[in-house]
Structures are given as C-alpha cells and as structure tokens.
C-alpha cells in the first residue's frame, strides 16, 4: 500500500523535457524587448555586430557577414560566416544554439577564431570603409 501511495503523487502526464536556457549577448530590457531579443537569429546577427566593431576598434577592420538558411525569423537550419567575402565558418542552426545555450560570448569566441585561422589580408581604414558600403550596397 505505502508502495502505490508515493506512486500516486507523480504525473504521468503531458511530459516534456524543458529547453536548455540560451544566453544572451544582446541582454533583452523588458517584455518586448525580451520578445525581439531573444530569437537565435537576432543574436546571431547582433554577435556577428559586436565582433565587426571589436575588430575596428582594435585596428584590424574586417567586413562580416552572416547568412541565415531556412526560416532564419524562427531558427535557421544553417549559417555561414564571411570575413571580407570569404566563408570563413558554417554550421547548422542547432549548433549555434548549443553556442549560446553554454553561454553569451561562445559563438563569438568561435567568429574570432574562424576570422583569425582564415589569415585574411589587413585592410586600411579607407579600405575597410569602401568595402563596407559595397556591403551596404549589394545588401539593398
């Protein structure tokens, strides 16, 4: 008796095994925020942002960019990574995901050393500048 009494205190029902938590590079401020911020897509992009900005900061400018495959507004089946339109990383969406699932900056710990194996040329500023409006450019 004492046997199915403790089994009776359990649900068996509606199952399911709860998300992995995904950090944020991009913290969201507030409800809405937390609604636009938190997709994989957007922080993708927002860490591809941040990494581009360190890299000019620190003098060595480089064009990024990221492309998004599938349903890239929900959660993309796959990303590549260009450095100054070289393809430099790629992967499927879930792999992001486990990146950000183990914490904020590790897919950007990974854009680092994608761009940094990749030996890409050094740009000027003026360089950098024409390239980044061509980006801007072929984008539209």
């Known amino acids: 008796m004492d046997n199915f009494s403790v089994r009776s205190e359990y649900s068996f029902h ?7 938590r995904m950090h944020h590079l991009d913290e969201p401020c507030g409800y809405a925020s937390a609604l636009a911020k938190s997709s994989l897509s957007r922080q993708m992009r927002f860490t591809v942002q941040v990494f581009e900005k360190e890299l ?6 480089h ?7 599938g349903d890239d507004s929900r ?4 990303w590549k990574l260009f450095a100054d339109g070289v393809c430099v990383a790629d ?6 995901r486990e990146c950000f699932c183990e914490g904020a900056e590790v897919f950007l710990d990974l854009c680092r050393n ?3 194996a990749a ?3 050094q740009w000027s500023q003026k360089e950098y ?3 980044s409006a061509a980006r801007g450019i072929a984008g539209t």
């Open 119 to 121: 030996e890409l040329r």
């Open 91 to 96: 992967g499927s969406g879930a792999f992001a």
């Open 75 to 78: 959660e993309p089946s796959s």
């Open 56 to 61: 000019c900061t620190a003098g060595n400018p």
């Open 129 to 131: 500048e024409l390239l």
């Open 63 to 69: 064009v990024l960019q990221i492309k998004l495959l």
């Open 114 to 116: 994608a761009v940094d």
């Open 14 to 20: 509606n199952l399911a095994a709860k998300p992995k």
